[in-house]
C-alpha cells in the first residue's frame, strides 16, 4: 500500500490575537483623560493692607565711556579717582543708588574692562548695563 502524502495544512496558532486588546486599552484610556477635570491649583495668601508709610525712590547713577577713554558720572566729565570716591560714596549710603553702564559703541574693550575692574573693586551691590537696546538689531 501506498501512502498518499497528506496535504500541507496550516498549524494552528497557539498564540492569543491581542490587536482587539490593545485597541480596547487606547480607547478606555483616552476616555479616560478626557473624562479627568483640569487641574486648578491655588494657592491663598492674606496680603497686608496698602501702607501710608512711602518707600523712598531709589536714585540710579549713569556711567557712561566714550570712544575716546573719557568717563562721565551722571554727565559730568570725571578722572579714574574721582569715580572712585563717588562709588565708594554712594556704597556707604543708607540706600544704595544703582550704578547703570552705559559705554559707547565705539569705546575700547580694554577700557570698559578697566572700568568694570574699578567698579567691582568698590563692591557696588547694584549694577547694571543699560543702552543695550540700541544695538539689537546691529547683529
Given at each position: 500500500?501506498?501512502?498518499?502524502a ?14 482587539p486588546l ?38 540710579s ?6 570712544a575716546n ?20 560714596a ?18 575700547r574693550?580694554g577700557?570698559?574692562d ?7 573693586s ?5 549694577f ?12
Amino acid at each position: 500500500m501506498r501512502r498518499v502524502a497528506a496535504p500541507d495544512l496550516p498549524n494552528p496558532l497557539g498564540e492569543m490575537n491581542t490587536t482587539p486588546l490593545i485597541d480596547v486599552l487606547l480607547v478606555l484610556l483616552v476616555m479616560l483623560i478626557i473624562t479627568i477635570p483640569a487641574a486648578t491649583h491655588s494657592v491663598k495668601f492674606d496680603l497686608s493692607p496698602p501702607s501710608t508709610v512711602r518707600e523712598p525712590i531709589r536714585r540710579s547713577n549713569l556711567i557712561t565711556i566714550k570712544a575716546n577713554g573719557s568717563i562721565s558720572w551722571n554727565g559730568a566729565a570725571v578722572d579714574r579717582d574721582e569715580l572712585r570716591r563717588l562709588l565708594a560714596a554712594s556704597g556707604q549710603m543708607d540706600l544704595t543708588p544703582e550704578i547703570h553702564l552705559q559705554p559707547d559703541a565705539d569705546a575700547r574693550h580694554g577700557d570698559v574692562d578697566a572700568l568694570l575692574i574699578l567698579i567691582k573693586s568698590e563692591q557696588v551691590r547694584r549694577f547694571g548695563f543699560v543702552g543695550n537696546e540700541q544695538y539689537r538689531n546691529v547683529f
